[in-house]
């Protein structure tokens, strides 16, 4: 424990990385894995939170196609988070590591309203907390939950899994080979250079609470356990 760089992260997963390589839906083989690589971490205890994105299950867009009211459409996304909360709450269970689930829009048959003393209570009794709903509001993305509750819970870093995808780049790498990757960024290095990491409204939070943000591969097995110990991977984003 005394190694570790960070002793209690937010993890964010995005909906897109519980689907793999299907695109759609939950990945049985992919969700199990991820709750193996977020069990071989907790077991060197950390203290863990989770905020799970949607994506897998719907995107705005789909909303948008069909003429939906923008926040109509969000409240569908964040009722996606929270089915896939539930999977990954039993996939981690199944693998041994005490949960429990808040949400943000009250669900009080399947889990826990998100109470903020609540939550760190269950930290410190070493349960893995996942946060799902979103903010519960619309117009608010789950990277903007992310670093919310990592503010409200006194997390040392945000880890931001992406979904193959090793870190920060000048330039999507899929589509331009000469994208160059940083290894250290500033909070203002994001937005001075229109880095699309996260959304402006979670890149100004993160800056002005000054919370430390890692983005790494998440299909690399071990990375989560990597960054944790402050291995050299991914992009470090620290310092205003």
């Known amino acids: 424990m005394s190694d570790l760089k960070y002793k209690r992260v937010v993890l964010k997963v995005s909906g897109e990385a519980l689907a793999g390589d299907k695109g759609f839906g939950i990945n049985p083989p992919v ?12 077991n060197q205890g950390i203290q863990i939170a989770i905020v799970v994105g949607g994506g897998n299950m719907w995107r705005g867009e789909a909303g948008a196609e069909m003429g939906m009211e923008r926040a109509q459409a969000d409240y569908i996304g964040m009722l996606s988070t929270i089915m896939n909360g539930l999977a990954l709450q ?15 829009i009250e669900m009080r048959q399947i889990a826990e309203p998100y109470i903020r003393r609540k939550a760190v209570r269950h930290l410190e009794k070493g349960r893995i907390v996942i946060f799902a709903g979103g903010t519960g509001n619309p117009y608010f993305s789950t990277d903007t939950t992310a670093v919310l509750r990592a503010a409200e819970i006194d997390a ?5 899994a992406k979904n193959g995808v090793d870190g920060i780049y000048s330039d999507d790498p899929k589509t331009n080979p000469d994208a160059v990757k940083y290894n250290k960024l500033t909070q203002m290095d994001i937005l001075n250079k229109g880095l699309h990491v996260m959304d402006s409204t979670a890149s100004s939070l993160s800056m002005d609470n000054n919370i430390p943000l890692v983005v790494f591969n998440l ?22």
């Not at 199990?32 to 071989?40: F, G, S």
């Not at 040392?156 to 931001?160: K, Q, R, S």
């Open 31 to 42: 969700i199990k894995k991820m709750a193996d690589e977020i069990r071989d971490v907790y």
């Open 90 to 104: 039993d996939n981690l269970e199944s693998a041994g590591v005490p949960t429990r689930l808040q949400t943000s």
């Open 156 to 160: 040392d870093a945000i880890l931001m």
């Open 219 to 240: 299909n690399k097995p071990g990375n989560i356990k990597k960054v944790v110990e402050g291995q050299n991977i991914g992009t470090v984003v620290e310092g205003k």
